[in-house]
């Protein structure tokens, strides 16, 4: 079996067929639902593709493992937008570009904060990621945008962002090119500096740059 992660259709494969046998046992709010090695052979897919599928509900708030217990189904009806967000995700048929946008909202607004802030813009991860990229040329891209929205201290918004990002388009996996560098040593440099408008203009040019395809760079 692949060890490789699942495409973004599988993943809404497997939590379609997941939802429906929620429904059709009529497993409740607390309720264990089956176990990772139950479901790869129910659903008939590999167990690591379950394995990524039930992560992503779980930073979603959906399920909840417990050590020696298994998985449980979580009470999320008071947590509104968690409601919301999964509904809008986990259905079939999800326009791409909306949750490819809405991602790039939360990557911007998390930029803003960090850059608009001297303590968390000063923080040594982002002249570590600047001196990689000046030595090395090269640098994992995801590492950049994921330290910017962790840091940007606000934990929904990091379980938001990662599950859009899983279910939008890949544009983060592998390693920066040499195309990418100046653009994103003048991003992290802007950032550290506080320019917000600087280091989003930057960080709009670098993805764009991806969006267009992995063939150009």
Same mark, same amino acid.
Request: charged share 30%; aromatic share 6%; no cysteine.
């Given at each position: 079996?692949?060890?490789? +992660?699942?495409?973004?259709?599988?993943?809404?494969?497997?939590?379609?067929?997941?939802?429906?046998?929620?429904?059709?046992?009529?497993?409740?709010?607390?309720?264990?639902?089956?176990?990772?090695?139950?479901?790869?052979?129910?659903?008939?897919?590999? *167990?690591?593709?379950?394995?990524?599928?039930? *992560?992503?509900?779980?930073?979603?708030?959906?399920?909840?493992?417990?050590?020696?217990?298994?998985?449980?189904?979580?009470?999320?009806?008071?947590? +509104?937008?968690?409601?919301?967000?999964?509904?809008?995700?986990?259905?079939?048929?999800?326009?791409?570009?909306?949750?490819?946008?809405?991602?790039?909202?939360?990557?911007?607004?998390?930029?803003?904060?960090?850059?608009?802030?001297?303590?968390?813009?000063?923080?040594?991860?982002?002249?570590?990621?600047?001196?990689?990229?000046?030595?090395?040329?090269?640098?994992?891209?995801?590492?950049?945008? *994921?330290?910017?929205?962790?840091?940007?201290?606000?934990?929904?918004?990091?379980?938001?962002?990662?599950?859009? +990002?899983?279910?939008?388009?890949?544009?983060?996996?592998?390693?920066?090119?040499?195309?990418?560098?100046?653009?994103?040593?003048?991003?992290?440099?802007?950032?550290?500096?506080?320019?917000?408008?600087?280091?989003?203009?930057?960080?709009? +040019?670098?993805?764009?740059?991806?969006?267009?395809?992995?063939?150009?760079?």
């Amino acid at each position: 079996m692949s060890a490789e +992660k699942p495409t973004s259709k599988m993943f809404l494969q497997i939590v379609s067929e997941l939802r429906a046998l929620i429904r059709d046992e009529n497993i409740p709010a607390g309720g264990k639902i089956p176990s990772e090695r139950v479901l790869a052979e129910r659903l008939n897919v590999g *167990r690591s593709s379950v394995r990524e599928a039930l *992560r992503s509900l779980e930073l979603l708030g959906l399920i909840e493992t417990r050590r020696g217990e298994g998985t449980f189904l979580t009470d999320f009806r008071n947590h +509104k937008l968690v409601e919301v967000l999964s509904t809008f995700i986990l259905q079939e048929g999800t326009d791409l570009e909306n949750v490819n946008e809405t991602r790039k909202i939360l990557e911007r607004d998390a930029i803003r904060i960090v850059s608009s802030n001297e303590t968390l813009r000063k923080l040594p991860v982002w002249e570590s990621l600047w001196r990689n990229l000046e030595t090395e040329g090269v640098i994992a891209r995801e590492d950049i945008m *994921r330290e910017i929205v962790i840091v940007s201290e606000n934990r929904l918004v990091l379980k938001m962002w990662i599950l859009l +990002k899983q279910y939008g388009k890949e544009i983060y996996s592998g390693l920066s090119t040499e195309h990418e560098q100046p653009m994103l040593q003048a991003f992290i440099s802007e950032l550290m500096i506080g320019n917000t408008a600087e280091a989003i203009s930057w960080f709009e +040019k670098w993805t764009e740059l991806l969006h267009k395809g992995r063939d150009i760079l």
